[in-house]
């Protein structure tokens, strides 16, 4: 089992920048890759950021070279540095991560960029 626990969500305007916080505890030894995932008010699910146990990373069109996603393999901890915010990126953010075979998640954070 791995349990997440996500923050440094909140009120930013645009242009502005976040960063978000996941930690991991459990068996954390067993993780393999891990993301940053958000979903707005009637929209689905969204995969905004991977990286892999190597450090491979990959983003979609709608968030590359403004969110950086990032791994502190000692600290169980990845990031996500969102940088040149929009109100489109408003949404509540979910940390997930591969482990075991299984998918795991976090509870959420919001985020809420005001134009």
């Known amino acids: 089992q791995v349990q997440l626990v996500e923050s440094g969500g909140g009120l930013v305007q645009a242009g502005g920048s976040l960063r978000l916080s996941c930690a991991a505890s459990g068996s954390t030894f067993s993780i393999t890759s891990m993301a940053w995932s958000r979903q707005a008010p009637g929209n689905q699910r969204e995969v905004v950021a991977t990286i892999g146990s190597g450090g491979n990373t990959n983003y979609p069109d709608s968030v590359r070279g403004r969110f950086t996603i990032s791994r502190d393999n000692a600290k169980n901890t990845i990031y996500l540095q969102m940088d040149s915010l929009k109100p489109e990126d408003t949404a509540v953010y979910y940390c997930?991560?591969?482990?075991?075979?299984?998918?795991?998640w976090g509870q959420g954070t919001q985020v809420t960029v005001s134009s």
């Open positions: 997930r991560v591969m482990a075991g075979g299984r998918l795991y």
